[in-house]
Every structure is written in structure tokens, then in C-alpha cells.
């Protein structure tokens, strides 16, 4: 159902990049900000379901990766550390303020190749911003972001436990909002 935009967003990915922004090339800094801004922007929107806000937390997450690459050890880790950057900006954005839904979305326009598509994205999106902040960053992160239950509990800061059942609640919310848009 989700696709994990960031393995493809990097195929052919020169991990000798991260080693020349870690030695302060900013050459460098520009080319990794070229290649990850669509999979950052997009992960930014699944969870904070504004394009406004998706904008501001994408500029704030290459700020962050500008500050602290020199703290990263292993450029081999790069693509886990980006993706817990993304989720905790967005985290930290919600506890802050509610997200408001949107309908001109990047991910609307893609989706645009033909009515049936469109009709479909347009109903998931509905139901997904109809789900509970909770039941919808847990579930994004899980399918979309592909986060184990371990590390959503560790990022939520809730047991594992509470994670499953979320994401039980989210699936079974989801599937009956798709299934009442049945004809």
C-alpha cells in the first residue's frame, strides 16, 4: 500500500558524499539536498498533513543534518539517521501545533494520471486524515516509513504494546472508513 520512497531515492548513492560534507564541502551539502528533498518533503507531508508545514519541517531537517553530520560515524547509517530526523521534526511539530488538512498536495498532483487513481488517493487521504494524530503518525510510520514496533515505541515513547495496538486500531479504522466509500 505505502511505498518506501527513500530506497529508490538513493540507488546508486555515493556514500563518499556524506564523507566530503562531513569534511565541510558544500558543494556536497548541495547535491545531498538536490537528492533526498522529494523523499523528505514527501515523508514531512504523510505525517503532518500540510504542505506548508511538510515546506518548513524539510528546511528544518537539512538545516539539522548541516549542524550535526559531523556527530554521524558511519556514513553507511546515513539513510536511518535522515529518517529518524525527519520523524522527530514532524513529531515535534505536531506537539506543537494540530495539523490542518490540505488538498493541493504533491501528492494529489501525482496522482492526477488518471481518475481512478486519483479518486482512490483521494479517498485514503481522507480516511487517513480522518484517523487520530496518534493512530496516524503510528500507522505512517509503520507502513509507509517502515519503522519496527521497537522503534516507534522508542520515538513515541509508549510500549511496544501500545504501538501494536495502535496500529491494529488505525488498520482496522482505515479499512472500515475505505469499505463505507464502496459503492
Known amino acids: ?27 556536497a551539502f548541495t547535491v545531498l ?53 525527519i520523524t522527530h521534526t514532524c513529531l515535534d511539530r ?4 494540530h495539523p490542518t488538512p490540505t488538498a493541493d498536495s504533491e501528492l494529489d498532483r501525482a496522482a492526477v494520471e488518471t481518475s481512478q ?19 496516524r503518525e503510528t500507522l505512517i510510520l509503520r507502513e509507509w516509513q517502515g519503522y519496527s514496533y521497537q522503534e516507534i515505541a522508542e520515538m513515541s515513547g509508549v510500549p511496544v504494546g501500545t504501538v501494536k495496538s495502535r496500529i491494529h486500531t488505525a488498520r482496522m479504522q482505515l479499512a472500515k472508513m475505505l469499505s463505507d466509500e464502496r459503492p
Open 117 to 135: 487513481n486519483l479518486d482512490q488517493h483521494l479517498i485514503i487521504q481522507d480516511a487517513l486524515q480522518r484517523l487520530s494524530t496518534e493512530y
Open 94 to 97: 505536531l506537539k506543537k501545533q
Open 33 to 85: 539536498v538536490q537528492s533526498y528533498a522529494p523523499y523528505v518533503y514527501r515523508t514531512a507531508f504523510a505525517l503532518l498533513q500540510d504542505k506548508n508545514e511538510a515546506e518548513d519541517a524539510s528546511q528544518e531537517v537539512f538545516l539539522k543534518i548541516y549542524r550535526s553530520i559531523g556527530q554521524l560515524s558511519n556514513p553507511y547509517a546515513f539513510q536511518s539517521w535522515l529518517k529518524q530526523i
Open 1 to 27: 500500500m505505502w511505498a518506501r520512497g527513500w530506497e529508490n531515492a538513493v540507488t546508486g548513492f555515493d556514500f563518499g558524499l556524506i564523507k566530503k560534507l562531513q569534511a565541510g564541502n558544500e558543494q
